[in-house]
């Protein structure tokens, strides 16, 4: 049998805390088995590793997984994402198509947030799950699949069903092997290690030393409560890497990063996402964060240009890229190319049609900014949101929520 740690490492997972061990045993244990999997857990806990873990090491692991975040489709859509749609069962269906359920035929599905499907959605679920049926929507035709489901929530499904939201008999499907990932509060032995990692990862992604902690630091971190979990620490290690110029962090500075603690009941059913509370701070720090990396990047390129190397450090990131979306059209195109062209001049000379506009620089509203993370996070992940929220520190539902907001064009 597959030991752990080799599964820790496969999927970079961090921790040595017995609860979490106990729920990646179970996680493998039930691997090989066709059964339902229920993960649940506070939000932030890392439940998005198991449904991976439990397909790699099932026989199914050849054919397709696919995540589904039940949470980002809109209601009037779902059923038709799901179990797929003949030509013409509504307005705008110009071609049949198929839903995940027979995509997946032989594969897994994962369910994320499977707590916010309509009843209806829910009806047709435990009907796959019992039988292995479904209909196409605008079909009257029974279709079978072979689909394994593993699905997790962050809220609580008893509570849930009593307030009639979920099917209890759904619930009891689903559950099948329910699987608790730990709060970060269960294993503050973890903290560390976690932090040390983030770190880690921020300095190599933007070739700076890592920071690390003093021991009052250390402490206060552990004592921390976490209702964000291991995103919220994670945010916590990435902006603390990007805003401060010191690289060994005091208590004192760590306090900065972490709001008050007031109350601090966990992460459950119908309490604002630490995602809603953050976002808006958080992205302003990306934008420093980026910001401050661009001008390490600008630096560098001047620095080759100044010894007349002339050769631009990092073709594929050229100037334009590096500037807000908002001015690259009034903005000199290739600066780089035209002064390296000159490699004796004192200053960068420009093309004459490309010189800066005289325009006063209008100035950046909140909303400005965040659209700007948003659609540079966007293309640096060729419009995958899910990647794209990973890197902007928040969940895939409120990327999807911001996108709407700010109004933000397909990319
Ligand atoms: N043990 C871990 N080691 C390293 N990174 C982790 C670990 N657990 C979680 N993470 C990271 O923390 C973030 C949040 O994890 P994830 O999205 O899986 O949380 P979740 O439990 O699904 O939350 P939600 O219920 O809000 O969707 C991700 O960036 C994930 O990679």
Redesign the pocket.
């Known amino acids: 049998m597959t030991d752990i740690t080799t599964v820790k490492q496969r999927f ?4 040595t805390s017995p609860l ?1 061990d106990r729920a990646l045993e179970v996680a493998l244990r039930v691997a090989p088995t066709d059964l339902t999997v229920l993960v649940t ?9 198991f449904p991976q873990v439990i397909h790699a090491y099932s026989a199914r692991k050849h054919n397709k997984y696919i995540a589904v975040n039940c949470a980002a489709i809109p209601e009037g859509t779902i059923d038709s994402e799901l179990f797929g749609h003949e030509k013409g069962a509504f307005t705008g269906a110009l071609e049949a198509r198929k839903g995940y359920f027979e995509e997946a035929d032989g594969g897994t599905i994962f369910l ?2 499977v707590a916010e499907l309509p009843h209806s959605t829910q009806a047709r679920l435990l009907r796959v799950l019992q039988t292995g049926e479904f209909i196409r929507v605008g079909s009257s035709k029974v279709q079978k699949t072979n689909v394994r489901v593993v699905a ?3 809220v609580n499904l008893q509570e849930a069903i009593a307030k009639g939201r979920f099917r209890e008999d759904l619930y009891y499907r689903l559950g099948t092997v329910p699987i608790l ?1 730990p709060s970060l509060r269960e294993r503050p032995e ?1 903290i560390p290690l ?1 932090f040390r ?2 770190a880690a990862d921020v300095a190599v992604q933007y070739r700076m030393p890592a920071v690390t902690l003093d021991d009052s630091a250390r402490e206060m971190l552990m004592h921390y409560y976490w209702r964000g ?3 919220q620490l ?1 945010n916590v290690a990435e902006q603390i890497s990007a805003i401060e110029q010191t690289r060994v962090i005091s208590a004192e500075v760590l306090a900065k990063y972490l709001p008050p603690q007031g109350g601090g009941a966990p ?1 459950a059913a119908g309490a604002p ?1 630490p ?1 809603d509370m953050t976002t808006e701070r958080e992205l302003l720090y990306k934008v420093l964060f980026d910001m401050r990396a661009d001008i390490n990047d600008l630096k560098r390129m001047m620095a080759e240009l100044i010894q007349g190397t002339g050769r631009c450090p990092e073709p594929a990131r050229d100037i334009k890229a590096l500037l807000p979306t908002s001015t690259q059209s009034s903005f000199v195109p290739a600066v780089v190319p035209v002064a390296s062209a000159y490699p004796h001049a004192s200053a960068p000379v420009y093309a004459e049609s490309e010189v800066v506009t005289d325009e006063p620089p209008r100035e950046m509203t909140k909303a400005d900014m965040q659209r700007e993370q948003i659609v540079r996070a966007l293309r640096r992940n060729n419009g995958r949101r899910r990647e794209a929220a ?1 890197e902007l520190f928040m ?1 895939e ?1 409120t990327l999807y929520r911001k996108i709407k907001e700010l109004g933000i064009e397909e990319i």
């Open positions: 970079g997972i961090i921790g979490l857990g506070e939000s932030g806990v890392g439940k998005e590793f994320d947030e997790a929530t962050n990932v973890d976690l990692r983030f979990n291991i995103r994670k992460m996402h995602d990973a969940s539902r």
